[in-house]
């Protein structure tokens, strides 16, 4: 009891502990920020991958692979998979409005199946929101206003749909409803980002007309309807160049654009409807003359044949033996019941993938590629990579480099973070042993009226305890503010003082994530104390020993 | 059979490398209830003499020495022993008062109980608190519970040192020069006060002091010379 007594007042009667718990606050806020910014960036890349591909993905590199339909009611008969949808994956080049070309990947889906796989509704930008972004405090996101309500449903519904339908705007009508073209964000690089409110204002770029002319465009939402081109390149199903080297290019209007957080992905890629991306690269279904084996000549395909009524010579295509080629995906992306964050295991989906893929390519043998094996890795099965048989590959599979390089930094960071914390240690030690020194006559008192050593020495252990909780809460509570307001703390920053510590385009995020893990909290919390008393410890042991008569006597 | 007797008392310090010995075989008896003066010049070796009696310290193991009371050997009993001895027995007096100076007037006196009480303490508190606020009371500092130590007088702080020696009534009062701090009608004023409580409490008072005229208004009053208790004249 006369510890708590003495902890108390002590506590509210001088400054070199209060400082100390400054100090172990700085330490334990310090430590957190770091592991919720680091372990938020690591969460996000992680589920991001669920936003971008769904949980596992089968892929046969760029020329694709046939009856992708069956493999995905295959696979969504299977009670761990939510989803399968098509997808085709290529790489190609954006003219933009303004004489701007650009790499992109381009991608064609089919917007419903690839929802239900990514949420792909939840990416696409424009449309009516019934709430502001944390950051955008004013409400000044466009999205919010209701005028722009009915522009903005049809827009996301168009983007859902990669249809373009009438022009909102204008009313201008395409002939028939095109297939439409869903950019990045940050691709067109026409909408205006705000720092502070992190949405997007439509800019006003200036465009050249037919007739070689300069003009701004209006539109509500830039590009809207705005033509884009893609130029892509495709090849057969045994990997060439169709048509030589020419490039296909395609014209395509804007019809919304998505917002993955990914930054990489927001600025280059561009999402097109399926079946019109399968016709671009010639990858739509189609009756196609066999290919005759290797050294056997091919028969001529017209021959001059003459008419036996008439006598006419005429030419007539020689009769070819022909097959159906079905149309060809380079993806076909899972997404699991359970995610993640609710438990679920993207490698165990990749099994069972790898399962019902195997069957699928037993049953339509050398018409779809193999499946891979499997090997044993540190007692668990995984799925071996194979040049010969689909890739089958979680989010992490295909990062394995970058995630894994940023789990070993965080361990990395958090062990420098956490030794340079250990001053802390030493920062309490000092402060005690200079009290314990200052207060040596009131330890011989307390020995004089029957305080025992242990009670002696927990006196100073409880003050270090408390030191710790005090220092470690306030660091707890300072860490979540700033963790909390971390993304309007570092654009303020830049502001004011130019520094930018975040850059999208290395760390792949346009904000940075951060989210206080309550279990990493009370480590930390732990931690602070716990260092604390570890501080305390020595001066308690010398305060415990000290002889109470030269303690009385101590000037 | 003598409330305190102590045999052939030996302590011996050591300065550096030079043993100092301070108490050279020193025998006393002081029965219950009796108030006894210890004389002597400074350096006499008085304040350890109280220590030993109070089992703040041990005296030297060679050659043997033997302190008991109410026939209770010190020597026998543990660290935590002496220290239970300590809490519940013997409220030592010192000449500095020795105080705590965070704690207020009420919780100087109270953190006696509360070392004695240990864990069980909380069931004490409320009488505790009436005990000491009662000792502060008598001792004229009814009005000043609240205030801190560097607020009071020097003779203030000695009636607060003097009701937190008596919170835990023990048998045997120790007080180490209670008046060397301070002028003399207020020292006078103190040991008219301690003799009010010796009489109250019904306690044993050992009291060390260099002053013959403080000593002699105790019952009996003995001199220690050079570490030795000087024959009576």
């Not at chain 1, 790898?354 to 699928?360: E, L, T």
């Not at chain 1, 890795?377 to 590959?393: C, D, F, P, Q, Y």
């Not at chain 1, 004011?496 to 975040?502: F, I």
Request: contains cysteine; aromatic residues 6%; proline residues 5%.
């Amino acid at each position: 009891m006369y510890q708590a007594l003495l902890t108390r007042r002590y506590l509210s009667s001088k400054v070199m502990p209060l400082l100390a718990s400054l100090a172990v606050m700085l330490c334990t806020a310090m430590v957190l920020i770091t592991w919720s910014v680091m372990g938020g960036f690591l969460e996000r890349l992680l589920s991001a991958g669920r936003n971008v591909m769904g949980d596992v993905a089968v892929s046969w590199g760029t020329i694709g692979f046939a009856h992708a339909d069956d493999l995905i009611a295959r696979l969504e008969k299977h009670p761990d998979v939510a989803a399968a949808a098509p997808m085709i994956e290529t790489f190609g080049l954006i003219s933009l409005p303004g004489g701007r070309t650009e790499p992109v990947i381009i991608k064609g889906i089919e917007g419903s199946s690839f929802d239900r796989v990514t949420g792909f509704a939840e990416a696409l930008w424009w449309k009516p929101v019934a709430k502001p972004l944390a950051s955008d405090q004013e409400g000044v996101d466009i999205r919010l206003r209701d005028e722009n309500r009915r522009v903005l449903g049809r827009m996301h519904a168009d983007g859902l749909a990669m249809m373009a339908s009438p022009d909102p705007v204008s009313g201008r009508d395409w002939p028939d409803p095109r297939p439409g073209v869903v950019l990045g964000i940050e691709l067109s690089r026409y909408n205006i980002r705000d720092g502070d409110s992190g949405t997007y204002t439509p800019g006003a770029p200036i465009v050249k007309t037919a007739d070689g002319r300069s003009d701004v465009q209006r539109s509500l939402i830039l590009p809207v309807n705005g033509e884009v081109v893609l130029n892509m390149m495709p090849l057969d199903s045994s990997g060439r160049p169709l048509g030589g080297l020419d490039a296909v290019t395609r014209a395509f209007p804007v019809v919304n654009e998505f917002r993955t957080g990914l930054y990489e992905i927001d600025k280059g890629t561009a999402y097109v409807e399926l079946s019109s991306l399968q016709r671009a690269l010639r990858m739509d279904a189609a009756r196609r003359i066999v290919p005759r084996p290797q050294g056997e000549r091919a028969a001529p395909a017209f021959r001059i044949e003459t008419d036996p009524s008439t006598g006419e010579e005429r030419i007539v295509r020689t009769e070819q033996e022909m097959i159906d080629d079905p149309a060809r995906v380079t993806h076909v992306l899972v997404r699991a019941k359970r995610a993640p964050a609710e438990g679920g295991d993207p490698r165990a989906l990749a099994l069972v993938v790898r399962q019902v893929y195997a069957q699928f390519a037993d049953d339509h043998a050398g018409k779809v590629p193999a499946a891979p094996g499997t090997v044993l890795a540190g007692g668990h099965a995984r799925i071996a990579e194979s040049g010969n048989a689909v890739a089958i590959r979680t989010w992490e599979d295909q990062n394995r480099t970058f995630i894994s390089a940023v789990k070993k930094e965080i361990g990395l960071v958090l062990f420098v973070f956490t030794f340079i914390s250990i001053t802390a240690v030493f920062l309490v030690l000092a402060i005690f042993w200079s009290m314990v020194s200052e207060k040596t006559r009131e330890v011989g008192i307390l020995r004089a009226i029957g305080a025992s050593r242990r009670g002696v020495a927990f006196v100073w252990l409880a003050y270090g305890g408390v030191i710790g909780l005090v220092g470690s809460a306030l660091g707890l509570a300072a860490a979540t503010v700033i963790i909390r307001n971390i993304n309007p703390i570092h654009d303020w920053m830049g502001k004011t003082l130019g520094l930018y510590a975040w850059d999208p385009q290395v760390y792949y995020f346009s904000e940075i994530p951060s989210r206080v893990v309550p279990l990493h909290a009370a480590i930390v919390f732990v931690g602070g104390v716990a260092s604390c008393v570890l501080g305390a410890l020595i001066p308690a042991m010398r305060a415990a020993r000290m002889d109470p008569v030269r303690a009385l006597r101590w000037e | 059979m003598p409330f305190i007797e102590a045999v052939n008392l030996h302590k011996t310090y050591r300065l550096g490398r030079v043993d100092v010995p301070v108490l050279r075989g020193v025998d006393l008896s002081i029965e219950k209830g009796e108030c006894l003066a210890v004389l002597g010049a400074s350096g006499s070796g008085k304040s350890t003499l109280l220590h030993l009696l109070g089992g703040l310290d041990r005296p030297d193991r060679e050659p043997t020495a033997r302190i008991l009371h109410e026939g209770r050997a010190l020597d026998g009993l543990s660290a935590r022993g002496l220290d239970d001895f300590r809490a519940g027995h013997v409220g030592f007096i010192f000449q500095f008062y020795h105080l705590f100076p965070e704690l207020t007037v009420l919780d100087n006196v109270v953190i006696a109980a509360m070392v004695r009480a240990g864990a069980s303490y909380a069931s004490v508190r409320a009488q505790a608190r009436a005990r000491a606020a009662a000792l502060l009371d008598t001792a004229g500092l009814g009005h000043r519970l609240r205030h801190r130590p560097s607020e009071l007088s020097g003779g203030e702080r000695q009636r607060v040192a003097i009701a937190r020696a008596l919170i835990n009534r023990p048998e045997v009062l120790l007080a180490d020069e209670p008046t060397g701090n301070l002028d003399r009608a207020t020292g006078r004023r103190i040991l008219e006060f301690l003799e009010g409580v010796r009489a109250r409490e019904r306690t044993t008072v050992v009291m060390v002091t260099h002053d013959p005229s403080i000593a002699e208004r105790a019952d009996r009053v003995v001199t220690l010379e050079d570490g030795r208790l000087a024959r009576p004249a």
